[in-house]
């Protein structure tokens, strides 16, 4: 007789493809029956086909989350959270202390997310010599606008111009402004720094010149647990160029680091995000950093890499490019995360690359390319029929993951405002996974939507490569 697999119950908080992604994962689990009950954003057709119970919370406000869950406290062993504004706003202190069930997510204090001076700070203790220089300009420190200019032009002077400027609160990767990429004079930069001076405290910091990668790593409050690193595509158009985006693609190789990385790099970063988790911890176990608290984005330089930013959750696309290659059953390391027991996860030797397509109107790509949006498609149904058969097709290989997508009353999927839908392909090498991926995509018809082309090609990673080795060269 085969026995029932165990009933499991779980609560996720989705924004996005990610939230699919963190659905998926879990509902393959050989080892337990998973009844999910989704909180998303809006009526995302992946959860609503594959969930128990979904429920659409706009805002995802924790109060609102927390009385959705209430409602099925019987049901619920955990809940799992990927986007980091209920992070921030405390969704699981609420969820603890309101329906008492284990959440995987940082508490509000340790969501260090939330204000990257904290995190400048933090990084200053902890790994002083990968702390690009800062300056924090905060609008209750200055008396005039002429004051605040004037100081911060002496810190341009030092800096010799070269340097990024970013809001202190999280804003998606789109708030920050590089020199020589998002402004090229000083009246441009101050437009940019007013615009975010207005709204809170700002930092300018040195810029740094190399490549950039993402950390990432499960932590049950007592172990670090790091996954393989992956590369995003932050900006929204090929070669690099165009606004910053919440990212167009990803990729990760088959080993532990990435190609223009070596292993010395990636032992470093480990070691740097090791000293910032034992700060944090303390002695002993801190299990209000359980989940996510270290998704860790470096720059590689030629004297190794260089801290950018510390964030609270999985990041979007990166972890896409590791659950689907979970060896372990994910609802085991879930439960592991919350005995604290979770010393290591196993990850499958192979490569992946999450590619995104987006409507017209995401990443200003119909005011930079007017002419290539097809007008007639757009506000169309978004078709995932045939990429669906294709990902069956492949087995596990190929995974459709929709995103800013919304099922409405005729039964239809249509594109909303930010990132639509994303494939991720799996490959002995990155070049197998990419083609994968562009296949999948390809097959997603409707809305008008657009992709980068060059999300991990062999062009875009030589170039790193190169890069990296230019650098090291000077040193
Ligand atoms: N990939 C960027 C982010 O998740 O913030």
Request: with cysteine.
């Amino acid at each position: 007789m085969v026995e029932a697999l165990e009933r499991v119950g779980v609560l996720v908080v989705s924004y996005g493809s990610r939230g699919a992604a963190i659905l998926d994962s879990l509902l393959r689990s050989d080892e337990y029956d998973v009844n999910a009950y989704v909180a998303d954003r809006q009526r995302n057709p992946f959860n609503i086909r594959f969930s128990k119970e979904h429920v659409v919370i706009p805002s995802l406000d924790p109060v609102e989350i927390s009385r959705f869950a209430a409602r099925r406290r019987e049901e619920l062993d955990f809940a799992i959270v990927g986007p980091e504004k209920p992070i921030i706003a405390g969704l699981r202190d609420i969820l603890e202390a309101e329906v008492g069930i284990p959440v995987i997510c940082p508490t509000r204090k340790y969501a260090i997310e939330k204000s990257k001076v904290a995190q400048r700070r933090l990084f200053q203790e902890v790994a002083p010599e990968v702390n690009p220089r800062f300056k924090v300009f905060n609008p209750e420190d200055y008396g005039s606008l002429s004051d605040v200019k004037a100081d911060l032009f002496k810190w341009l002077d030092e800096l010799n111009d070269e340097v990024a400027v970013k809001p202190d609160a999280p804003a998606a990767g789109k708030g920050v402004g590089v020199w020589g990429d998002h402004f090229n004079t000083r009246s441009e930069l101050y437009e940019h720094f007013m615009a975010n001076f207005k709204e809170g405290p700002v930092i300018v910091e040195e810029k740094i010149e190399g490549e950039e990668s993402s950390f990432q790593a499960f932590c049950d409050g007592k172990h670090l647990a790091p996954l393989p690193e992956t590369r995003d595509y932050k900006r929204a158009f090929d070669g690099d160029r165009g606004p910053n985006t919440g990212g167009m693609g990803s990729y990760r190789d088959s080993g532990l680091h990435l190609p223009f990385m070596d292993e010395a790099d990636w032992e470093k970063e480990r070691s740097i995000v090791e000293r910032i988790f034992r700060r944090l911890r303390g002695d002993g176990s801190n299990p209000e950093i359980r989940g996510v608290p270290f998704y860790v984005a470096f720059i590689h330089t030629g004297r190794g890499p260089m801290i950018l930013e510390n964030n609270s959750r999985p990041g979007d696309p990166e972890i896409m490019n590791i659950l689907p290659l979970l060896r372990d059953d994910f609802v085991e390391v879930c439960f592991r995360m919350i005995e604290g027991s979770l010393t290591r996860v196993d990850v499958e030797s192979k490569a992946s690359v999450v590619t995104y397509k987006a409507p017209p109107s995401y990443g200003e790509y119909e005011r930079f390319f007017p002419d290539k949006v097809r007008r007639e498609e757009v506000g169309t149904p978004i078709i995932l029929d045939e990429a669906e058969k294709l990902a069956s097709r492949y087995g596990g290989r190929l995974r459709i993951y929709p995103g800013s997508m919304e099922l409405r009353g005729d039964g239809k999927a249509y594109a909303l405002r930010s990132r639509t839908v994303c494939t991720v392909g799996v490959g002995d090498d990155i070049q197998e996974a990419r083609r994968v991926s562009l296949e999948g995509l390809k097959a997603i018809r409707g809305g008008a939507l657009w992709h980068r082309t060059d999300i991990a090609s062999e062009d875009h990673i030589s170039r790193s490569i190169e890069h990296m080795r230019r650098l090291r060269r000077r040193g």
